[in-house]
């Protein structure tokens, strides 16, 4: 499954720093959970970058269900979709040769690794940005699925 | 434990709409996303209320028949400037999708990302939400 240009667009419109996406993954029980995240980009066709920067319960059930969904949160304006698939936390430990489906932690995390640098959230308003910035690694999602808001298959 | 939703909690969520993540069968999270919803105020605003298609009920029913836990989170700018998450059990009355919220999460970037709202009583959460954010409802809604 790959990604449109206009979908490839829509996840980088806000800023420098992409689109606002809510990021969903789901515990071993069958919890789920769901927070927004910014810091987001398209990666060669197939995958969505996400700065890991405070995604505690995220990683934790990524170590046990290793899955997710994306949905494009702010703002739509006709970009109504869902990204699912695989998903897993690249981290600043991992190792440089370490390879997840075609993504090499080395390449991605020497350009993404500090994303707040390489892209200011100037345009974050105080009262919404965090006070500091500090970036783990990278959640990446390989897209096997593509819904709309209603949940068909695009 | 069933929790209240506050004043600015319920303006968001039902002006900017949800982002509703439930899980199928295999453990994967199934999310839609609705424009609107409702708090009910008959249960001291502590339900989420929303409308979905027959084909998103039928999906949503055989899932909550597994897994009864849903998440809920605030759609458009909602994401960025009202940043929570409800975490509850659901049931499906008629087309509608009925979340009792029982987990009430802070998701604003930063060390107070995660921070259980719902470990407050609910002055201290209207105090705490009144010192973060001077936004009672979305932009060019009346406060």
Request: aromatic residues 8%; glycine residues 6%; proline residues 6%.
């Amino acid at each position: 499954m790959q990604l449109t240009q206009e979908m490839k667009q829509a996840l980088k419109v806000i800023g420098k720093g992409g689109s606002v996406v809510h990021l969903t993954t789901v515990s071993n029980e069958g919890k789920p959970n769901i927070v927004a995240e910014r810091f987001v980009t398209a990666y060669k066709d197939a995958y969505i970058l996400i700065a890991d920067m405070f995604a505690q319960k995220t990683k934790v059930n990524l170590n046990e269900n290793p899955v997710g969904s994306i949905s494009v949160a702010h703002p739509v304006k006709g970009r109504s979709w869902v990204f699912r698939g695989p998903c897993t936390v690249i981290s600043h430990a991992a190792s440089e040769s370490y390879r997840w489906h075609q993504v090499n932690a080395g390449e991605v995390l020497d350009e993404w690794g500090d994303w707040a640098a390489k892209e200011p959230p100037d345009e974050v308003p105080p009262d919404i940005a965090p006070p500091r910035l500090a970036q783990r690694g990278l959640i990446v999602l390989k897209i096997d699925e593509i819904f709309d808001f209603k949940g068909q298959v695009v | 434990m069933i929790n209240k939703l506050t004043p600015r909690m319920k303006n968001w969520i039902s002006q900017m709409g949800i982002h509703v993540a439930s899980v199928n069968r295999s453990g994967w999270p199934d999310v839609f996303v609705t424009e609107s919803c409702s708090v009910d105020e008959a249960s001291d605003n502590s339900t989420i209320a929303f409308q979905l298609d027959n084909k998103q009920l039928q999906i949503m029913k055989a899932n909550l028949a597994l897994h009864p836990w849903v998440a809920v989170a605030p759609g458009q700018l909602g994401a960025v400037r009202a940043p929570y998450q409800f975490k509850g059990q659901a049931r499906i009355e008629d087309n509608f999708v009925k979340v009792d919220v029982m987990e009430i999460y802070c998701t604003k970037p930063g060390d107070e990302a995660g921070f259980r709202l719902d470990t407050l009583d609910y002055d201290q959460m209207l105090q705490f939400e009144t010192s973060r954010w001077p936004d009672l409802n979305p932009p060019g809604i009346n406060d």
